[in-house]
């Protein structure tokens, strides 16, 4: 099963917001076997939404539109697709009444614009938002099918999982593509390679490498009849999971942090960081994780000289002795914060963001991360030229790769 | 001038890595007058990136492709373009030597594969990579323009900017739409419209109000002869400047935490955070800008209850009173942390970022952020039902609000 994703908003088109739903439902049909085509964004016009979805009914076996189905003069989604399939709109009496009791519960009269999202394309089955105002709808066309869903992330993520991903496998039929992600972390991706190489051939599934940061994704294609295509997979999948070990951290939808805040609690230790340039990024990324808070003590973000100081440990005599920027310090930051927040484990980085360095003249980029953890510690020294935020990033990569090493070490 | 943009790579479509050079040459693009027809992602296919450049060079003035000029297999764009024009590929010598001493500075003989980033379409005008091994090319072809870009960001944007833009805007031709987008912050979407209803109607330039997060950004579009449209625009972005003081923050590409870290530095006054709920976010956003070291000492994260009495001022008794959450508590940190990094200003975020509440059995979403600066002390009571990274965001925004309005009052 083949797909269009036609992504309708003006604001898409003039960059002003991103486009995370484009992302979001390519890697869910994804991993349902289902390949997408073509993307296009478009803007609210009716001429633009029909070429677009007129292309993706010849070309593809299902168009997925969102946006454009808000109450203001902007939303045209739905007469577009009135348009293009000449069918009519027709006012859905039991969403109209959902609207208007919507607006009742607000203590606010319903504004005569919202009128128009009980509009359905004649013969639509409707889709539940209990999270919004517009309902998503698919209506069959010439044995294709066309999907409409709002906009919101939040509104069309539960809609897309629970009413349409389970339709849409459903109608699957003869091959299939599968995909997989793995996710690795620590080795760079010609070393990897090099690693997989020596597995064999990979024809079917298909393998290939994305980096991104210091992570690199494994992404394996299994094309074929639904169970043999999802049995390839899975034993491609395991053949990887066998021979990376210490490096595949994770698959799919989950993340390094996730996996560690898992190890953590599992473990039922505790966590503190203290950070100079990674500027609260280590504990930002943690704290993003529901539930973090069984594990996180907290963090120090210890961006000034003097501020280092508060650490117990981190004396003006090391700071001298040392610099700012050095495994010394990283040390005994990792050290100090752990004490300060009496936690199990601690982690301490420093060094330049750039994009100027700083009255050391140690070159952007230079890092030292440090992890202690009962009484081990590691200290490791990154080099590496980038931009402040990527830097940033490969910093807290760092830290997350050594505690995850240490703490699934067993 | 109109033009599409064609994102190539498989890693796009497939939701792996994602799309942001879209919303920045849309960005660029919009500044600039030129409006983009129609965004499409397609796969590293030549009959995928034939189709999509047939359309564009149809129905645009100006293709610009970014990506699959690398020298892998997967890379195919070269040839798709050389298909669709029936131009053939030629080696460019000076990009080869320059190739082979790339690899020569890394005393690393030159792969094979990468001689094909020396092939450039007949007739193409080479655009130069200091940052990478892909050239870029402009190709005139039937009055049209096609640009290929290399997909890194980090090597597409300045491309873009120096060799690319202004050739564009030579090229204006007639009428040309400029947009300017104005960025408000502390005001709702409703209540800022009203306030705009009032000083007249918009047609041209006509405006668009986008909500993100507790920011409202204003569109500003305008439409004719490059200087009129240009002087239309800045005689309505005054207009509202005037109107809108207290709220307008910035425009275009300035982003909130930027301007405060201007006023910070103007000033010359110093900053602290202490976060709870927001975990390291405010710290993360204000060392996001370059210099921050000049006016940021630094922040603590105080995640478990126990960490919060690190901050001076911050008892047992306190906490027991009026609870982690609560103003007082927010005051509390926020004086805390001015004073135990001595800085001028302090914040202090205490709330519940969800998806459950804590012990006290407060609702998620409630949030108290304080902002201490001299002698005053603003605490603001936010709620606001949300995913837990929405949550965070409104508390960061709100924490920059308080402190933008505080410094630019004079």
Redo the contacts between chains.
Sequence with gaps: MIVDLICIG??L???????TN??????QL?SAGIA????????DDVG?IKE?VTEALRRSDAAICTGGLGPTD?DLTREAISETLERPLQLHQGWLARLEAFFERRSYPMPPANRKQALLIEGSTILENPRGTAPGSIIEHEHKLLILLPGPP?ELQPMFEEQVLPLLKARRQGQILL?K?LKCTGLGESLLEEKIKTLGQWKQPSL?L?A?GMEV?I?LKSYGEADRAEQLLEAAANKLRGALQGYLYGEDEQTLAGVVADLFVRRGLTL??A?SC???????T???I????RF?????????L??KK?LPGLSEKLLQEHGAVSAATAEAMARGVRD???ADAGIGITGI????S?ASGQPVGLVYVAASLGSSMEIQELNYT????AI?ERAVQAALTMLWRRLSEG
């Excluded at 088109?13 to 486009?19: D, Y």
């Design positions: 003006n604001e088109l003039t960059g002003l917001v991103n486009n484009a992302g979001y439902l390519a890697r994804g997408v085509r073509k993307c296009s964004v478009v803007a633009a677009a902007d939040q995909t992600t290939s994305v991104k994704l992404q503190a960081v950070e990674s500027g609260g990024l280590l504990a930002d943690i704290t993003g529901p539930g973090s808070s996180f003590k907290g963090g120090a973000v210890t961006y000034s003097d501020s508060l300060l927040f009496q963001a750039g994009p100027d700083d980038a931009t402040r935020r940033k």
